[in-house]
């Protein structure tokens, strides 16, 4: 529990508005989650099947306008284009926690960003360990790195219902910041040729984009063009597409100002575009994606035995199911050792270990980091989907058992967190909070 007013919990429970908005966005990535699961396993059956050759001609389907050098198999425009949409929704989600949500408190903010940190740098130092005297293996030291939001939801749905909400919202925004981390590692690591002309063109509507928004700007017929020009000249620079994606969403303002809005300041545009593409990031570009990456050969050459006996292999694996949690874990401990602060009343050490194995799961980043390594289509692209599902499967699984070993202290918290014994639709636990002497709201 709490140590002291003055000092919050290490997981302490935030503000009502938070966790009921918290709450909405679990439940559209939980149905995103479902449907990414489904077009995986559809690639998978698909690609193992004796119609495999339509798969990869499907794949390999060409369409763009050659003219502005877009003309792209699908395979690309997926991992370009529609993850683009996705990485537009994460950068929405991380400006709008951090300027508007319960993190613009530095100290609830410190917990998730440093254990994002810590679930970079250690599968990434494990995965250089295992692969050291592998030829050309090093390239994808950042496959490992992410947690994917939708995978994770999605598994948390079936085997933790009843997890407190601070447990919740840790998740998501260790999630969030991981993969915003993830796209500041393509950006820089992963791009093989600079073209600085494309690339400063890109600002020219980028900037429209931006002085647009700002002046609370909806017209599709004019924002739309402008996201298109932006994105098609970050791809054309050399820099990966779904920078693009996340360049806009920080342009777009959380809080709408007090000269744009009247005399009371009042939410930005952040919240009408997240309303508008979370189902579209969720419902369509993530499961596509997944349709389109997923899709590997188990048997001859590049199948699992193959795959098994590349250290690449292994040191994806390991890196998830060893390297997220003990990144994730050792970083929440030093904050809570360094900051003094406890976990919060009902909570334990069990269930930080919990999550963070749950945060190997690394399923859409991961992959598109390892076609961006290895190249698409080649033997080690397969043995990094190969690796990527088991490492994602077995950090699901471990976490389902410790998850559900605590499943009835969730219930009490649950049960606690829920009651409204006055009926006006706020938990009286919230309300507690808010009266009690010192309280910071962040």
Excluded: C
């Excluded at 979370?278 to 590049?302: I, K, M, N, Q």
């Amino acid at each position: 529990m709490n140590s002291t007013f003055g000092t919050p919990g290490l997981f302490g429970r935030g503000s009502w508005p938070e966790a009921r908005r918290i709450a909405d966005i679990l439940r559209k990535e939980t149905i995103g989650g479902a449907l990414l699961l489904a077009g995986a396993t559809v690639a998978m059956i698909w690609a193992n099947s004796p119609w495999s050759e339509s798969y990869e001609a499907l794949r390999a389907v060409e369409v763009g306008p050659a003219a502005l050098h877009l003309r792209l198999d699908l395979a690309t425009w997926a991992a370009d284009g529609l993850l683009a949409i996705f990485f537009f929704v994460a950068g929405l989600e991380l400006k709008r926690e951090f300027v508007a949500g319960d993190l613009r408190d530095v100290r609830r903010a410190a917990v998730p960003v440093a254990a994002a940190f810590g679930g970079v740098i250690v599968p990434a130092g494990l995965y250089l360990l295992v692969t050291r005297q592998a030829a050309g293996a090093a390239v994808g030291w950042a496959i490992p790195t992410a947690t994917d939001i939708a995978f994770a939801l999605a598994m948390l749905a079936v085997i933790g219902r009843y997890l407190p909400a601070a447990l919740r919202t840790f998740l998501l925004t260790l999630a969030v910041v991981d993969d915003l981390l993830a796209i500041m590692i393509i950006a820089v690591f992963y791009t093989d040729q600079l073209s600085w002309g494309p690339l400063a063109a890109a600002a020219v509507p980028l900037a429209l984009f931006a002085a647009l928004v700002q002046k609370r700007v909806r017209a599709w017929w004019l924002l739309l063009p402008l996201a298109l020009a932006v994105w098609a000249l970050v791809h054309a620079s050399g820099v990966h597409a779904t920078v693009a994606g996340v360049l806009m969403a920080f342009a777009v303002p959380v809080v709408r100002s007090r000269a744009a809005g009247g005399p009371q300041a009042g939410p930005g545009l952040a919240e009408h575009f997240e309303h508008r593409f979370r189902p579209l990031s969720a419902g369509v570009a993530v499961p596509v994606f997944a349709l389109l990456s997923a899709g590997v050969p188990l048997g001859g050459a590049s199948g699992l035995t193959a795959a098994f006996s590349d250290p690449v292999t292994v040191g994806i694996v390991v890196g998830l199911i060893v390297g997220k949690p003990v990144g994730i874990a050792a970083a929440t401990w030093l904050v809570a050792r360094f900051t003094h602060a406890e976990l919060d009343e009902g909570l334990a050490w069990i269930d930080v270990l919990g999550l963070s194995i749950l945060a190997g799961i690394g399923f859409t980043v991961s992959l598109l980091i390892g076609e961006l390594a290895f190249g698409i289509g080649s033997d080690r692209d397969d043995h990094v989907k190969l690796a990527v599902l088991a490492g994602s499967l077995t950090a699901a699984l471990l976490a389902g058992v410790i998850l559900r070993l605590r499943n009835r202290v969730y219930r009490d918290i649950h049960r606690a967190e829920t009651a409204d014994h006055d009926r006006d639709d706020i938990p009286d636990v919230y309300q507690r909070e808010q009266d009690r002497p010192g309280r910071n709201s962040g």
